[in-house]
Nanobody, 121 residues
């Protein structure tokens, strides 16, 4: 069964850091682009970052310079290191698979269940 499981979310103060993990089971991540998306209440799901099978990385303007995506194929896991967090980063964060370099949700499938990130003092 193809499955992605996100973890690492939580409550953090503005300026703090979190590292999210996206672990795959039932398939190998090596040949896929993995994307991170987020959805805040009342808003559409938006692309945050993606990493291709050859480890090229892409970021939304809103997180560029603060977030870093990486992959560990040996652990079948993709990470999203989030630094200098802001209240507007508060959302449920999801990972998903694709075969292209994209930040458009319609290009992705096999979504995980999400992990909540709350940035608040």
């Amino acid at each position: 069964q193809v499955q992605l499981v996100e973890s690492g979310g939580g409550l953090v103060q503005p300026g703090g850091s979190l590292r999210l993990s996206c672990a795959a089971s039932g398939f190998t991540l090596d040949y896929y682009t993995i994307g991170w998306f987020r959805q805040a209440p009342g808003k559409e799901r938006e692309g945050v970052s993606c990493i291709t099978s050859d480890s090229s990385t892409y970021y939304a303007d809103s997180v560029n310079g603060r977030f870093t995506i990486s992959r560990d194929n040996a652990k079948n896991t993709v990470y999203l290191q989030m630094n200098s967090l802001k209240p507007e980063d508060t959302a449920v964060y999801y990972c998903a698979t694709s075969h292209m370099a994209s930040l458009h949700r319609l290009d992705f499938r096999s979504w995980g269940q999400g992990t909540q990130v709350t940035v608040s003092s």
